[in-house]
């Protein structure tokens, strides 16, 4: 659907925010704490951004995103956005899910990962659910979102640390996630290194993994030049595809005219997510839980491999 931008606003140092809105003024599709919306940028080009404004408001939806220094073309494209720019989004899906019935909620974000956690926080403090709020940023000019962080219903819950702050100020991650209860949930957004490091605290403390969501902004880069060739089985019709070691299972199924959905092809987003009949896939996605790729029963095929000399898809 096309949508408007009404508003660019400098949100931190490299952040801007965008208020997307129907150019005829009409309502947006609903969307829950948590969701993402895909943008197209160009030619090819379509990116995942989180929504982090209020639920309830259907009037727009907000975004923050952060110019990456290594970006692929997707940030530097919104940051050339200008307002009354017309964009084509998709309707917002939702892969970081909000149990808004756990009793507590312990919500971690690490720069522009804020995005969906302050959503997130929002909602809780509508709901009046209990939850902590806990940011990670490198500096205060780099810190977006400080007056929706100090409104009366978050900063109450809310703390925010910075990098470059004396080690005492630091966050300390045993210490906020604590040991895991039965009612308490734990949410994690932000580089990957800052959500390995959280899950990982959690795991070492017991937390089991039904109660750790993550959402990682950026993955892999589809691995080629690596390994051997295999081949890809279409379920449907049975056609036999071989996959080169410099391909991704994505490229090789669109060359035989197969078109698999992508958008991040890095294994983040979860568009591509296929069933797996038979084979054992290479997990090298971030997408899915550890109980998930121990199932091999589904894969992100713009990213991941074989294990196995043949994978028969559910295609």
Partial sequence: MKVQVKKKIAEAQDIVALELADPSGQPLPVFS?????????GEGLSRQYSLCNNPADRSRYVLGVLLEPESRG?????????????????????????DAGAKQSVLLAGGIGITPILCMAER???????????????????TAFRARLEAEAIQPHARVYYDNAPESERISLK???????????????????????????AKSLGWPESRLHREYFTGVTATTGEGETFQVKVA???????VEPDQSITDALAANGIDVPVSCEQGVCGTCLTRVLEGEPDHRDLYLTDAEREANDQMLPCCSRSRSPMLVLDL
């Avoid at 704490?33 to 940028?41: E, R």
């Avoid at 210490?175 to 949930?185: S, V």
């Avoid at 449907?236 to 071989?242: E, L």
């Fill in 74 to 98: 997707g940030s530097k494209a919104v940051h050339a956005l200008n307002e009354g720019d017309i964009l084509e989004i998709s309707e917002p899906r939702n892969h970081f899910p909000l």
């Fill in 33 to 41: 704490a948590g969701a993402h919306i895909d943008v197209q940028l």
């Fill in 175 to 201: 210490e906020i996630i604590g040991e895991p209860q039965a009612d308490k949930h734990l949410y994690v957004c932000g580089p990957g290194g800052f959500i390995d490091a959280v899950l990982n605290t």
């Fill in 124 to 142: 809780l403090a509508h709901i009046g659910a209990a939850f902590k709020l806990h940011y990670c940023t490198r500096a205060p000019e780099r």
């Fill in 236 to 242: 449907s019709s049975g056609q036999v595809i071989d």
